[in-house]
């Protein structure tokens, strides 16, 4: 069973950065994809980015394209999402999520396993 714990969020100003980060137990992350996902109140849950379990391959939404940015170091247990300047609108749950490819170029569009999520709030 993997579990995801993500930490890292909180109040910031417009402008401002956080770097959010995933830790998973239960398995080693080398053949999942990681996916960072926000949901705000009222929403729809979105994808913001995601990242092939080679780390080779890289998506992100076009509302944080040049502001985001995902990483995971080899052989580590941990995916990251650098966020910076930062806009009222990306207030919101931010929720880690990971699915076992056996292809790890690829990246998936659904995943299995989910964190709990860290709330996120960017003042103007």
């Known amino acids: 069973q993997v579990q995801l714990v993500e930490s890292g969020g909180g109040l910031v100003q417009a402008g401002d950065s956080l770097r959010l980060s995933c830790v998973a137990s239960?398995?080693?992350?080398?053949?999942?994809?990681m996916g960072w996902f926000r949901q705000a109140p009222g929403k729809e849950r979105e994808l913001v980015g995601a990242?092939?379990?080679?780390?080779?391959?890289?998506y992100y939404a076009d509302s944080v394209k040049g502001r985001f940015t995902i990483s995971r170091p080899n052989a580590a247990n941990t995916a990251y999402l650098q966020m910076d300047s930062l806009k009222p609108e990306d207030t919101a749950v931010y929720y880690c999520a990971a699915k076992f490819m056996r292809h790890r170029e690829f990246i998936p569009r659904e995943y299995d396993y989910w964190g709990q999520g860290t709330q996120v709030t960017v003042s103007s």
């Open positions: 990242i092939s379990g080679s780390g080779q391959s890289t």
């Open positions: 239960g398995t080693t992350l080398y053949n999942y994809a």
